[in-house]
């Protein structure tokens, strides 16, 4: 199971866009009706439309920006998104950010300051920062930590930890 991104943003577009449009046809069915003068004239639209060639320039650049525009959204939807899912079966996955913060709790080991963890569905990148002046040892003890944790979550695929020690500068 893997939960893919959303197309937020192209549906809003063509949402607003198709929105746009069926309000000004309504406002002119409604002017219409009421015997008014519309927003748009119907005759001047049918006038200009019979008086362009399909070959003048408004043509062709009105149908390459309107195809342009088909195959983003096209694309858009076809693309697959990123993961945002890790497997742990076949039927159930965790989310990413839930296992960042689970790793980013557990590399915060003795001696260190702060964490900051990537995770992805094949590697999880933990930078580590602390004030000790010797850092031996601290890198494999934070990989150990993470790995545990890493392993509690039983991954379908478990992913390869990164560690990295940063020693903090002491401002003095």
């Not at 001047?44 to 439309?49: D, G, M, S, Y």
Request: aromatic fraction near 2%; charged fraction near 20%.
């Amino acid at each position: 199971m893997t939960r893919r991104s959303r197309r937020v943003l192209p549906a809003t577009l063509t949402a607003l866009m198709l929105l746009a449009v069926s309000v000004v046809v309504a406002v002119c069915a409604i002017q219409l009706a009421l015997g008014e003068t519309p927003l748009l004239s119907y005759d001047a639209v049918v006038a200009r439309l019979h008086d362009t060639t399909w070959s003048s320039r408004e043509v062709v650049v009105a149908g390459g920006v309107v195809a342009a525009v088909g195959l983003l959204l096209f694309l858009a939807a076809v693309v697959p998104g990123r993961a945002r899912t890790a497997a742990l079966d076949e039927h159930t996955a965790v989310s990413l950010r839930g296992l960042r913060n689970a790793v980013r709790l557990a590399a915060h080991v003795d001696g260190v300051e702060s964490a900051a963890v990537k995770a992805g569905r094949r590697k999880v990148k933990a930078v580590v920062r602390t004030r000790r002046s010797v850092v031996d040892g601290l890198g494999d003890t934070v990989r150990a930590a993470v790995e545990n944790r890493v392993g509690e979550f039983a991954l379908a695929r478990p992913p390869q930890v990164v560690v990295r020690v940063k020693e903090l500068r002491s401002t003095s």
